[in-house]
Nanobody
């Protein structure tokens, strides 16, 4: 399975972005999927996940601001990010959570700065 992320960019604090991740595989709809981020100089962390039944979970720092969703027909998972903060600056990736993690894509850069 390969993932291709897009939608990042430069945004002011308080702004919004919507990230997209297109996957592959005939059983995409059965995957639990996650959005991860890697801030500069830090390790990668998962911030949101969605399972095959659209049950979602979020890391505490993004709860109430980020929303993960999926469109199985398009083999795409989304991350709507609102009320962005400078500490959200990172490269964002999607993947299957451990122990099913696939090769990582290139990610998409999100920079929150005034």
């Amino acid at each position: 399975v390969k993932f291709v992320e897009s939608g990042g960019g430069l945004v002011h604090p308080g702004g919004s972005l919507r990230l997209s991740c297109v996957g592959s595989g005939n059983i995409f709809r059965y995957y639990t999927l996650g959005w991860y981020r890697q801030p500069p100089g830090r390790s990668r962390e998962i911030v949101a996940r969605i399972n095959e039944n659209n049950v979602t979970t979020y890391e505490n720092s993004v709860k109430g601001r980020f929303t993960i969703s999926r469109d199985n027909d398009k083999k795409t998972v989304y991350l709507q990010m609102n009320s962005l903060k400078p500490e959200d600056t990172a490269v964002y990736y999607c993947n299957r959570p451990s122990p099913f993690t696939e090769d990582w894509g290139e990610g998409t850069q999100v920079t929150v700065s005034s």
